[in-house]
């Protein structure tokens, strides 16, 4: 199929269907919740690590809940990278689309996981280190992955960067702090629905 019929059934899915036929609801119904259950899988992973001193697993299930969580945040707020000019009407379907399902599964904008400030962190992680090392050129540097209290990041002689504070459900990358535990929350309210 061409981009031009694509772009023809794309604009009257978005103007006579608010993005979303109604016999495809069902398949984005399953692919939220594969993603919601993929992240709620690997936080589960992490809850039983919890206790270890294995900080490479651990920060590694919650990376991993991330991703899903973060693939489960493209339904509801879709990018609108890419060719703008070339599909116009399937990025303004894909819009009518996420509007229509945080109708549906009762997601807001102020949504933990409309905040990509975490999943840019991984997604981005060589970008942000390249920032973080030429920034920074002096202080004690720990580039092995912690387990610790999550105010070790706020030492101004301290470059840390990976550490997870499983008591305060805290991630530092790069010294940045993520609180995890309102996306998982989030998460399971979604994956309730």
């Known amino acids: 199929m061409d981009n031009a019929e694509l772009e023809r059934r794309a604009k009257i899915t978005h103007e006579t269907c608010d993005g979303i036929q109604p016999m495809h609801l069902a398949f984005y119904g399953q692919s939220i919740h594969y993603s919601a259950e993929r992240c709620l899988n690997a936080f589960a992973r992490y809850d039983s690590m919890v206790g270890s001193d294995d900080a490479y697993e651990l920060i590694s299930s919650i990376q991993e809940a991330i991703g899903h969580a973060a693939a489960l945040s493209r339904y509801f707020w879709p990018t609108s990278m890419g060719k703008k000019k070339e599909i116009p009407e399937q990025l303004a379907m894909r819009q009518s689309r996420g509007i229509k399902l945080k109708e549906h599964f009762g997601v807001t904008d102020d949504s933990p996981i409309a905040n990509r400030d975490i999943r840019n962190a991984w997604e981005h992680f060589d970008e942000k280190l390249d920032t973080y090392v030429i920034s920074h050129d002096a202080g004690f540097f720990f580039p092995s992955p912690m387990i610790g209290h999550h105010e070790t990041a706020d030492e101004p002689t301290g470059k840390i960067f990976k550490l997870i504070d499983p008591d305060n459900e805290v991630l530092i990358l790069l ?16 994956f309730k629905k």
Not at 175 to 190: Q, S
């Open 175 to 190: 010294g940045k702090k993520f609180f995890y535990r309102p996306i998982r929350d989030e998460v399971e309210r979604i």
